[in-house]
């Protein structure tokens, strides 16, 4: 199977890592994160194409990634 795009959150650890990973190996990424770019670490660097939600929380960032996911790790 061959991966069409990473999905990702973009929060500190396995999702910026593999945000990182599909930019070195030209894979398109994208995804949502929290209004204001929030992380748990401070705000997720614009180098990653990812779309803010309207509100700040992270289970509706979870549940819009999902949706938008074929599958989900």
Known sequence: ????KII???QSGADRAALDAAMACGI???GWCPKGRL???GQISPKY?????????????????????????
């Open 49 to 73: 194409n990812l779309r803010e939600m309207e509100t700040d929380s992270y289970s509706e960032r979870t549940k819009a990634n999902v949706a938008d996911s074929d599958l989900t790790l």
């Open 39 to 41: 992380a748990e670490d």
């Open 28 to 30: 398109p990424h994208g």
């Open 1 to 4: 199977m061959k991966v069409a």
């Open 8 to 10: 990702s959150g973009g």
